[in-house]
């Protein structure tokens, strides 16, 4: 490892990329941006995996009779949830963008922990190696809440080996998010003060403020699930004085706050794309940044919510519901700052901010219609029903996606050092929109209407919409196989980015190279100017000559 | 500030210092806030069996009671003695890290090491006890009074989760304590660098702490 500390690094143009070759110098890289390029790779991986059972579930949904049994299609769903939540949306954005733009937004040459950064993407992948195994092994059952008592009692499936990767894969995430908050106290460059830091930056520290108070509680949840299911000690099981409502409870105070881990990173991207793209700083800087920490600790008193009908005393309910409305604040706080944000500025229709109108919008749809089920009274009626389907897709899919293909479109030039083709992208962006909501929307009628989750069939009269979805969800294919060709192909044939393609402010696009260099600076940074400030208040500059 | 590390650099080993930090001091107070939000993981880790023993422990108080009435009352204070006396003798190690007293340091270190290996030989006597009385949780579980028996496993289930879960953290804390003694040895401590030893030090107080509220709450609370 190389120790140098002599600034600036006197070289032509190397980068984090051509530094070293072969698999070695990638498999034991501690460069922040090679392990969330490692990520990005793995987590793709497991996002088609999930795909596909994705895919296979819809072709089953297209006729009542299904093309499965209905024990396969159990396992359907449940590999579906426990890849796409534990192995693609929780690690998403913070381990991949997260990973590779926190050091350079704050002016830092690395994580505080290189090392520990790097254990945490093998822990992900022994994580994941478990739970395929589960797969390969015939699935899981359960759901991905591994409710008790059927996961420890009843299913005949390999529960303890899913549930093992989970626990695995939760290390990883409270690795990442230690390395993220002891960043961000410790490695910030000269003059990056707190209420200068990115918006992204603010998101990423109230996710790894989840990740380390929330993945603990559902690491111990799921030994007592594997204790339980191998003693049998009754911990979970009314028969024996247990109570299952306790897992309820220990599974949601993680999962509930979970939820918070994979929304928050993605209006961290939001944060940054519609500035750049409205030429305008941000409106109401401070309140999106405090709304994110509000976000975090408000996150970690709903989770009732999902108790409604569990049997949970009333009055806790009502407390849960009402917290429950609380946590909208925030949440809506930042998109009305986003909004005011374009109000007024130079809105130009670049694919990242496509993807950023597309968030906003269906974010807000999930949002509002999270409200409904916040709700006690109407909460009974859609309870386990499509309409929470199609509330959290439109969060975790419409949200999360979203913002997550938005930043891996505005980050690309800075990643790859290439520029990706723009009018193919914009296409795509449109695809994987109309896709979405084909896909989801009758989902909200199919839930109102009365068709439960998790069935592997259901009434005649609900085939149309079902129809719908499926033919939905094949563009929504089409849509996010488009941009791993596209992006593929720019990646080596892409025209050379400039520093700064879109103008953008920011350490890691301003004062850091393209590609950045193993360090990610030639000479160390200084920040002399507030964050997003497009509309170009006087800078420092003497400050910045004088040292 | 970019210049003043060169200035600090000759008081480290320039190898320990690592090449994204500052300063020595910057390296320092990353390391030890890196454990420290470690640990509030680990409250977090051990709340949720905590949470389980608050609500089965308001359900069943007498069961409870009963059960925690043969938990060997003996063992369980002599290895309470003991880890508390480990904390100390830990908390001298670390002085002596900071003082660059290496011999002092070894010793300490080995000390500590030997008392949290009494703790778990102990911990091992009273767990086989536990297996001669069919107190352990499953289909063989036995417990002397019927009508409390089944809200007793869960009892002796939570006595078992909790103190294998805090005795695998003992488990690690001896791995890093003999990590410890052996850089130690290899003369890789200074006053200058001895972060190894203060977070370790963090972490064995903690798992000491966790005992502290283990204990009253599985061994005392039948006998009033």
């Known amino acids: ?547 | 500030m970019s210049i003043s590390r060169t200035e600090l650099l000759h008081e480290v080993a320039p190898d320990e210092l690592k090449h994204h930090f500052d300063t020595p001091e910057q390296q320092f107070e990353s390391s030890t806030l890196g454990m420290w939000v470690f640990l509030i993981t680990e409250v977090m880790f051990f709340g949720g069996m905590f949470a389980g023993y608050t609500v089965y422990r308001n359900l069943y108080p007498k069961a409870f009671a009963a059960a925690s009435e043969s938990m060997n009352l003996v063992i369980g204070t002599a290895n309470t003695a003991i880890l508390i006396g480990s904390s100390f003798t830990m908390v001298l190690a670390v002085r002596s890290a900071q003082l660059g007293r290496k011999k002092a340091l070894i010793g300490f270190l080995i000390f500590t090491l030997l008392l949290g290996c009494v703790f778990l030989s102990l911990k091992y006597v009273e767990y086989h006890e536990k297996w001669v009385d069919h107190h352990v949780p499953g289909p063989a579980f036995h417990f002397d009074q019927p009508q409390y028996a089944r809200q007793a496993q869960i009892l002796f289930f939570l006595y078992f989760a909790m103190t294998g879960m805090h005795a695998l953290h003992m488990i690690v804390g001896a791995g890093l304590l003999l990590t410890l003694i052996f850089m130690a040895a290899k003369n890789r401590f200074s006053e200058h660098w001895f972060t190894p030893v203060e977070i370790v030090g963090l972490y064995w107080h903690f798992v000491d702490i966790v005992w502290i509220f283990l204990f009253p709450l599985l061994y005392l609370i039948g006998r009033t």
Not at chain 1, 79 to 97: D, E, K, N
Not at chain 1, 143 to 153: E, Q, R
Not at chain 1, 391 to 396: A, D, L, N, S, T
Not at chain 1, 521 to 528: A, K
Request: hydrophobic share 50%; aromatic share 18%; glycine share 8%.
């Open chain 1, 1 to 547: 490892m190389s120790t140098t500390l002599e600034f600036p690094f006197k070289t032509a143009h190397p980068n984090y990329l051509n530094a070293e070759y072969g698999w070695k110098s990638w498999l034991f890289t501690t460069d922040h941006k090679r392990i969330a390029l490692l990520y990005l790779f793995s987590i793709t991986a497991f996002f088609f995996v999930g795909g596909a059972f994705a895919v296979a579930m819809r072709i089953h949904l297209m006729s009542p009779d299904g093309i499965f049994s209905h024990d396969t299609y159990n396992k359907l769903f449940t590999m579906h949830g426990i890849i796409m939540v534990f192995f693609f949306l929780v690690p998403s954005i913070p381990a991949t963008l997260g990973n590779f733009l926190i050091p350079p937004m704050i002016g830092a040459r690395d994580l505080a922990f290189p090392r520990i950064n790097l254990l945490s993407w093998y822990i992900y992948m022994a994580g994941g190696i478990f739970t395929m195994f589960a797969v390969v092994e015939g699935g899981v059952d359960t759901g991905w809440t591994f409710y008790a008592p059927f996961s420890t009692t009843y299913s005949n499936t390999h529960v303890i080996l899913a549930a093992a990767g989970v626990f695995v894969s939760g290390f990883s995430s409270i690795l990442t998010g230690l390395n993220f908050i002891i960043t961000i106290h410790k490695m910030r460059a000269p003059g990056m003060t707190w209420l200068r830091l990115p918006l992204f930056v603010w998101s990423h520290y109230a996710t790894a403020l989840i990740q380390v108070l929330g993945t603990p509680v559902i690491a111990i949840t799921l030994v007592l699930l594997g204790l339980e299911r191998v003693f049998h000690a009754g911990i979970f099981d009314p028969n024996q004085g247990g109570d299952p409502v306790l897992f309820q409870h220990l599974f949601w105070f993680y999962s509930h706050p979970a939820v918070y881990i994979m929304i928050l990173p993605g209006m961290a991207v939001i944060s940054e794309i519609v500035p750049c793209f409205s030429r305008k700083g941000i409106f109401g800087y401070s309140f999106i940044a405090y709304s994110s920490i509000a976000i975090a600790v408000l996150g970690f008193l709903v989770w009732g919510h999902h108790l409604f009908v569990a049997g949970q005393s009333i009055y806790a309910s009502m407390a849960f519901s009402l917290l429950s409305f609380m946590v909208a604040v925030p949440s809506a706080i930042k998109v009305f700052n986003w909004t005011a944000t374009m109000y007024k500025g130079s809105v130009s229709y670049e694919t990242p901010m496509l993807y950023a109108f597309g968030f906003i919008g269906l974010f807000t749809i999930g949002g509002l219609t999270g409200l409904f089920l916040a709700t006690m009274a109407v909460d009974i009626h859609v309870t386990d029903t499509y309409f929470v389907i199609a509330h959290f897709h439109y969060i975790m899919v419409g949200g999360m996606v979203m913002a997550y293909l938005g930043g891996i479109h505005f980050w690309f030039p800075k990643i790859s050092g290439r520029l990706y083709p723009e009018n193919w992208a914009r296409f795509a962006a449109l695809i994987v929109f109309v896709g979405f909501n084909l896909t989801f929307f009758p989902q909200f009628i199919l839930g109102y209407l009365g068709m439960p989750r998790r069935y592997a069939t259901y009434d005649q009269e609900f085939q149309m919409l079902h129809v719908m979805s499926t033919a939905g969800a094949s563009i929504l294919g089409v849509g996010y196989i488009l941009p791993m060709i596209y992006l593929a192909w720019a990646w080596r044939h892409g025209p050379i980015s400039p520093q700064n393609p879109w103008n953008a402010k920011g350490l890691e696009w301003e004062q850091s190279p393209t590609p950045p260099p193993t360090f990610n600076f030639e000479r160390p940074p200084i920040v002399t100017e507030p964050p997003y400030n497009y509309s170009g208040e006087e800078m420092e500059v003497e400050y910045r000559n004088e040292h």
